[in-house]
């Protein structure tokens, strides 16, 4: 079922959602498995899988030289969606990102999913490969997120790459990400929005955001979009502070702000097990706003560690 189609039948009750990395390559699917169980009993509709681009790396040849190689860390998010339906049967949202893929490799991919009957899709950029500054797009690949929407709208209407009129066409629900505190390299929050207005007049049915820990940017950021003609529903994306560590890296990886009440009782843990609780309460107290807010999914980025989430879960739903 599509993502639309579980919030519209949810009748305005809030659902609850988490997304997944596929495993460490070695580390096998036992691994997923245990960070989903635990949270199965608050119904998730679906569950997200990221996709991960190839990196390169640098192997010592033993003349002295080195070798680059390419190299998967976490492959198999396609088939971990299949497996996850499969299981446990709920719908999966495979991310799809245009870094390091050509088109027609994502044409394949879609075919994939088409045949699998996934029909949820989160259609994203990407970051940077990790050896170069900024987004270089893989040649006979896509530039932005908006390209990558642009396949599949076309693949919907049965446009192949190399096909024009198709008898088979897919089906998908297509997402997109958006940044309440606006995207790292957009000049402003005004700019990234109409880019994110653009996808939605394109076709993109939800969104989902990137985590915030301060409800009133998220509430600014929706009440923007609904001004600009952004009606589709705005999921939010929610991950507590587990560590003390994360207060610089969260900010470095994700580029957000941490509120200074929250920076403030994290200092005030002497260790580490009280950071963990102090995250966790500020996420219930997020959380139960954002239920009052009306939000149609509260969506937890687990990075495969489920107890915090379903600490939380258990709290409010
Ligand atoms: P875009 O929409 O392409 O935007 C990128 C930047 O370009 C923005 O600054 C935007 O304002 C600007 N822009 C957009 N369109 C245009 C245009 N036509 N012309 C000029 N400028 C434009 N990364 C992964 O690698 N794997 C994942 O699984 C993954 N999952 C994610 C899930 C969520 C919910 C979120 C929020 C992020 C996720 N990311 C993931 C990270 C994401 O790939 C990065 O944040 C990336 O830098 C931007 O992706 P995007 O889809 O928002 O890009």
């Known amino acids: 079922m599509k993502i639309t189609q579980h919030i519209e039948h949810a009748k305005g009750k809030t659902l609850f959602s988490f997304e997944l990395l596929p495993p460490v390559k070695g580390q096998g699917i036992t691994h997923i498995y245990n960070a989903i169980d635990p949270l199965m009993e608050f119904n998730p509709p679906f569950i997200d899988v990221t996709s991960h681009r190839e990196e390169f790396i640098y192997k010592r040849l033993e003349n002295g030289l080195l070798e680059q190689v390419a190299y998967s860390k976490r492959p198999g998010t396609i088939a971990l969606c299949a497996a996850i339906s499969h299981r446990y049967k709920v719908d999966t949202v495979p991310h799809l990102i245009c870094g390091g893929a050509t088109r027609q490799e994502i044409e394949n991919m879609l075919i994939d999913l088409q045949f699998l009957g996934i029909d949820n899709v989160l259609v994203l950029r990407g970051d940077a490969a990790k050896a170069d500054s900024s987004f270089i797009p893989a040649e006979g690949g896509h530039a932005y997120a908006s390209e990558l929407l642009q396949q599949v709208i076309n693949l919907n209407k049965g446009r192949y790459l190399h096909e024009a009129h198709m008898p088979s066409k897919t089906d998908f ?98 260790n580490e097990k009280d950071v963990k609780e102090a995250g966790i309460e500020w996420m219930i107290h997020q959380c139960r706003e954002l239920l009052a807010f009306g939000v149609p999914v509260l969506h937890f980025y687990t990075m495969g560690n489920p107890e915090p989430t379903r600490r939380i879960a258990s709290a409010i739903f």
Do not use: W
């Not at 994110?196 to 600014?220: P, S």
């Open 173 to 270: 629900c297509v997402g997109v990400a958006a940044y309440p505190e606006k995207h790292f390299e957009s000049p402003n929050l005004k700019t990234d929005l109409s880019y994110l207005k653009m996808k939605v007049d394109m076709g993109a049915e939800f969104i989902v955001t990137q985590m915030f820990f301060d409800n009133q940017r998220f509430f600014n950021f929706v009440r923007l979009c609904r001004e600009s003609g952004i009606h589709v529903p705005i999921i939010p994306g929610l991950k507590p502070i587990t560590s003390s560590r994360q207060l610089t890296s969260i900010p470095k990886t994700f580029h957000i702000d941490l509120p200074e009440d929250l920076c403030d009782a994290v200092k005030a843990c002497s």
